[in-house]
């Protein structure tokens, strides 16, 4: 049932040479000399970060969630605070936060870790915020068959602090919620309560 997730894939998938070209036109565009001594390994430098950054292209999230475990346990189950960096497909500027992760089994529990993966694999792809929590709750709603999912984002966006609005330190909180959490208040109110409650000192 352990079956194999490639978390880490090699980079033959990105088209480095054409990222690399890209690059280099932009900082001709831009009138930089790309040519000078800081410059001259930028274009590959940054073929490798996206080969990095967007490795969850090429990652099966829900793989991840395969790995489980029979377990009576029906109420809830929270990860919170997992930190996450992701890259906003409008502009390619970061967003970046934490995401509270919920679901109460109906049978089976994943591995602690599986959700934290399975959400990374997901982050590292263009995306939106929105869409992020959503895919990610479907996501267990698929692969655990739980009575509920939940997912609260809540990030800073680069590309409405950095240009644009310029608004510095807003935070954008989306949900997305399902089946119990869904239709059933006590059980929403539960998560939320959780999720702003005080921090243990861990
Ligand atoms: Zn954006």
């Not at 274009?43 to 990095?52: L, S």
């Not at 993966?117 to 929590?133: D, I, M, N």
């Not at 399902?178 to 309560?193: L, N, V």
């Amino acid at each position: 049932m352990n079956k194999p997730v490639d978390s880490s894939p090699g980079q033959d998938w990105i088209d480095s040479g054409r990222i690399e070209s890209a690059v280099g036109e932009i900082l001709a565009a831009v009138g930089e000399n790309s040519a000078r001594e800081g410059l001259r390994e930028t274009p590959q430098r940054v073929a490798r970060m996206y080969g990095e950054l967007f490795a969850g292209m090429h990652e099966n999230a829900g793989a991840h969630l395969e790995v489980q475990f029979d377990e009576n346990h029906r109420e809830l189950v929270l990860f919170r605070d997992v930190r996450f960096y992701s890259l906003c497909e409008h502009h390619l500027l970061p967003f970046f936060g934490v995401a509270h992760i919920a679901y109460i089994p109906g049978g089976h529990i994943t591995g602690l870790s599986k959700v934290v993966r399975a959400f990374k694999a997901l982050s590292a792809r263009p995306q939106v915020q929105e869409r992020l929590g959503s895919q990610m709750a479907d996501l267990m709603m698929e692969k655990l068959a739980p009575l509920g999912a939940a997912v609260v984002v809540e990030a800073r966006h680069m590309c409405m602090e950095m240009r644009g609005v310029r608004a510095p330190g807003s935070l954008i909180t989306t949900s997305a919620l399902r089946g119990a959490f869904e239709t059933r208040e006590s059980t929403r109110m539960e998560f939320f309560t959780l999720i702003k409650g005080e921090r243990s000192a861990l």
